[in-house]
T-cell receptor
Framework: EAQVTQNPRYLITVTGKKLTVTCSQN?????MSWYRQDPGLGLRQIYY???????DKGDVPEGYKVSRKEKRNFPLILESPSPNQTSLYFC???????????FGDGTRLSIL | GQNIDQPTEMTATEGAIVQINCTYQ??????LFWYQQHAGEAPTFLSY????GLEEKGRFSSFLSRSKGYSYLLLKELQMKDSASYLC??????????????FGSGTRLQVQP
């Protein structure tokens, strides 16, 4: 079964404590991306990756890092989280024609 | 850039038909998507339009007019489980190479008995 798996699903942490949200896909897709969703603002792309070792900024990249060392994994890194990064995060890995058709289940982050 | 407008909330009755409108501005049209999202869950894909006209898929249909920058999602025979947010999104223009979607803020649909 085609899947995009994110972990953790929920996380409450404090300002400045580095955290990583993992994303893994089993579809051998080249393209992966991260979105955040905030009330009234919709889903906004943070970073995307066209292939291994190829990443680029989306619309709201400030405060985030990503890496793509292997095709299946695309972790989102918050080096020094701040309260304005409290949000619902989705990893997505689209098929070539209809995208992004596969979203992960989401990670709800609360930064206190 | 790209911009999408859709109503914030709508209410409809079980068994009825509802139309959710979406208007968009883009520097290079490259496809329009509709997603359904239940509270706290991931968006799920409903439909994709790239050419003008109506795409029908069971109880759901989506219409596109590229000249008007307009789309709608039509839901027939509404069921209580259709209560959700409906997200309209356009894909980045082809020349950007980004393949991202720009989403509207979503329309929260409440189906009443």
């Amino acid at each position: 079964e085609a899947q995009v798996t994110q972990n953790p699903r929920y996380l409450i942490t404090v300002t400045g404590k580095k955290l990583t949200v993992t994303c893994s896909q089993n579809m051998n897709h080249e393209y992966m991306s991260w979105y955040r969703q905030d009330p009234g603002l919709g889903l906004r792309q943070i970073y995307y990756s066209m292939n291994v070792e190829v990443t680029d900024k989306g619309d709201v990249p400030e405060g985030y890092k990503v890496s793509r060392k292997e095709k299946r994994n695309f972790p989102l890194i918050l080096e020094s989280p701040s309260p304005n990064q409290t949000s619902l995060y989705f990893c997505a890995s689209p098929r070539p024609t209809h995208q992004p058709q596969h979203f992960g289940d989401g990670t709800r982050l609360s930064i206190l | 850039g790209q911009n999408i407008d859709q109503p914030t909330e709508m209410t409809a009755t079980e068994g009825a038909i509802v139309q959710i409108n979406c208007t968009y501005q883009t520097s290079g049209f490259n496809g329009l998507f509709w997603y359904q999202q239940h509270a706290g869950e991931a968006p799920t894909f409903l439909s994709y339009n790239v050419l003008d006209g109506l795409e029908e898929k069971g109880r759901f249909s989506s219409f596109l007019s590229r000249s008007k920058g307009y789309s709608y999602l039509l839901l027939k025979e509404l069921q209580m489980k259709d209560s959700a947010s409906y997200l309209c999104a356009v894909r980045d223009p082809l020349y950007t190479g980004r393949r991202a979607l720009t989403f509207g803020s979503g329309t929260r649909l409440q189906v009443q008995p």
